[in-house]
């Protein structure tokens, strides 16, 4: 089972920031991630277990884990 990707606001602008090049590996890595939002070496945040922080492609992520309708809302990215 899939999850779909979303972003907030803040996080789709600093998506659309990054380089080509690096935006192209990190899409890659988040498809990934959509597959498995618990694994990839995410780890819950103050004990929220849908409350995630990973690293992917070298870039910082924190999302949201929506179970209920196969979701995962990326709310920061941080990346230099």
């Known amino acids: ?18 380089a080509p090049d690096l935006r192209a590996r990190f899409d890659g890595a988040m498809r990934t991630l959509a597959a498995d939002p618990y694994g990839g070496g995410s780890a819950p945040i103050r004990g929220e277990r849908d409350r995630r922080d990973v690293t992917v492609a070298g870039v910082a992520v924190r999302y949201y884990v929506s179970r209920s309708v196969l979701t995962v809302t990326v709310v920061r990215i941080v990346f230099y």
């Open 1 to 18: 089972m899939t999850y779909r990707i979303e972003y907030a606001p803040a996080a789709a602008a600093s998506r659309k920031a990054m």
